[in-house]
């Protein structure tokens, strides 16, 4: 009894048997990396606008006043004579208001 092993032989059976992973790989970019960069772009643009006077809430819930934007950081007035200096990654929002 001789058994013959099914290969595949032309461009159409190999496209066939990546398509699921192909499509599986669009899915995901746009239901979850395409999405989650376009945030990640929106937070870096509220970043680099931030400015003295501006009401800010920061990624452990702290909310202030920036008093001084510096470079990588901003100094940010959350109670009565009490300033923190804080990195600017660790700003969550901007409060309009």
Do not use: C
């Amino acid at each position: 009894m001789t058994y013959f092993l099914a290969q595949a032989t032309g461009p159409t059976d190999l496209l066939s048997q990546f398509l699921p992973i192909i499509l599986l790989f669009l899915g995901m970019w746009f239901l979850i990396i395409g999405p989650q960069r376009k945030r990640q772009k929106a937070h870096e643009d509220m970043l680099s606008k931030l400015e003295t006077g501006d009401t800010v809430v920061t990624s452990g819930g702290i909310f202030g006043t920036i008093t001084n934007v510096k470079e990588d950081r901003l100094v940010v007035r959350i109670a009565d004579n009490t300033k923190v200096e804080l990195g600017k990654n660790f700003v969550s929002k901007k409060i309009e208001a």
